[in-house]
C-alpha cells in the first residue's frame, strides 16, 4: 500500500505542467542575455557536454570513471571552447554543483575550473516517474536560490534531471538560464546551446 500511495504521489508531483513550476519570460539572446548573465544574479543549468556512444556499466561506481559513459574527445573540445568564451565574457561564476557522474564533473572543470560534487544530481538507471520526482526535489532548491549579489551560479547534470524540473528536452552542452524569484520560485529567461557561446561577443 505504501509503494502504491508513494508511485501516486510521485506521478502527480512529475506531470504537474512545467509552467507551474516556472514561469517563462520572453527569451533573453544574444548581447541582452551576456549584459545580464555579467549583472549576476542567475543560474546556468547545463547538461554535460557530447559524450561516448556507450551506456553506462549496470553498476556504476561514481569513482570510477571506467563505469561509466564518459565525455567524448568533441564533448572536452566543446567543453573547453566554452570555457574560454565564459573566461573571456568575465561572467561573474560563484558556486559551480555538478552531478557526480565522470561526464558532468568532467564538463563542469572544463568550463568552469572547479565543480563542487552533490549525490542528488546524479544520472537515473530507471527513468520512471519516482526517479523524475526525486531529480526535481533535488534539483529544484539549487534553481530557486538566489546567488550571491552580483554572481552567478552554475549546475551541471544529466538531460533528464533538467526536464524533470523545467520539463525542456535540452541537448549535450546545453544550457538553460533561470533567474531565481526570492519567493521560492524562478522564471526561465534564455537558452544556449552549446555553438551558441562562440556567437556570444565580448
Given at each position: 500500500?505504501?509503494?502504491?500511495?508513494?508511485?501516486?504521489?510521485?506521478?502527480?508531483?512529475?506531470?504537474?505542467?512545467?509552467?507551474?513550476?516556472?514561469?517563462?519570460?520572453?527569451?533573453?539572446?544574444?548581447?541582452?542575455?551576456?549584459?545580464?548573465?555579467?549583472?549576476?544574479?542567475?543560474?546556468?543549468?547545463?547538461?554535460?557536454?557530447?559524450?561516448?556512444?556507450?551506456?553506462?556499466?549496470?553498476?556504476?561506481?561514481?569513482?570510477?570513471?571506467?563505469?561509466?559513459?564518459?565525455?567524448?574527445?568533441?564533448?572536452?573540445?566543446?567543453?573547453?571552447?566554452?570555457?574560454?568564451?565564459?573566461?573571456?565574457?568575465?561572467?561573474?561564476?560563484?558556486?559551480?554543483k555538478a552531478s557526480p557522474f565522470c561526464?558532468?564533473?568532467?564538463?563542469?572543470?572544463?568550463?568552469?575550473?572547479?565543480?563542487?560534487?552533490?549525490?542528488?544530481?546524479?544520472?537515473?538507471?530507471?527513468?520512471?516517474?519516482?526517479?523524475?520526482?526525486?531529480?526535481?526535489?533535488?534539483?529544484?532548491?539549487?534553481?530557486?536560490?538566489?546567488?550571491?549579489?552580483?554572481?552567478?551560479?552554475?549546475?551541471?547534470?544529466?538531460?533528464?534531471?533538467?526536464?524533470?524540473?523545467?520539463?525542456?528536452?535540452?541537448?549535450?552542452?546545453?544550457?538553460?538560464?533561470?533567474?531565481?524569484?526570492?519567493?521560492?520560485?524562478y522564471t526561465i529567461v534564455g537558452d544556449?546551446?552549446?555553438?551558441?557561446?562562440?556567437?556570444?561577443?565580448?
Open positions: 500500500m505504501i509503494a502504491v500511495l508513494r508511485a501516486a504521489v510521485a506521478a502527480a508531483f512529475v506531470f504537474v505542467p512545467a509552467a507551474s513550476w516556472a514561469q517563462q519570460a520572453a527569451p533573453l539572446r544574444g548581447a541582452a542575455l551576456v549584459d545580464a548573465l555579467r549583472g549576476g544574479g542567475y543560474v546556468i543549468l547545463m547538461r554535460h557536454a557530447a559524450t561516448e556512444a556507450k551506456v553506462d556499466a549496470p553498476t556504476v561506481d561514481v569513482a570510477d570513471c571506467t563505469t561509466q559513459r564518459n565525455l567524448s574527445p568533441e564533448g572536452r573540445a566543446t567543453a573547453r571552447a566554452i570555457g574560454a568564451r565564459v573566461t573571456a565574457l568575465a561572467l561573474p561564476i560563484a558556486d559551480v561526464r558532468a564533473l568532467e564538463s563542469a572543470r572544463l568550463i568552469f575550473g572547479r565543480a563542487d560534487p552533490v549525490a542528488g544530481l546524479h544520472e537515473f538507471a530507471v527513468k520512471d516517474a519516482a526517479a523524475s520526482a526525486d531529480a526535481a526535489a533535488a534539483l529544484r532548491p539549487l534553481l530557486v536560490a538566489s546567488p550571491p549579489a552580483g554572481k552567478d551560479t552554475v549546475v551541471v547534470t544529466h538531460g533528464f534531471n533538467v526536464k524533470s524540473v523545467t520539463g525542456l528536452d535540452v541537448l549535450e552542452g546545453e544550457a538553460v538560464v533561470v533567474k531565481p524569484d526570492a519567493h521560492g520560485g544556449i546551446k552549446a555553438d551558441d557561446w562562440s556567437t556570444f561577443t565580448t
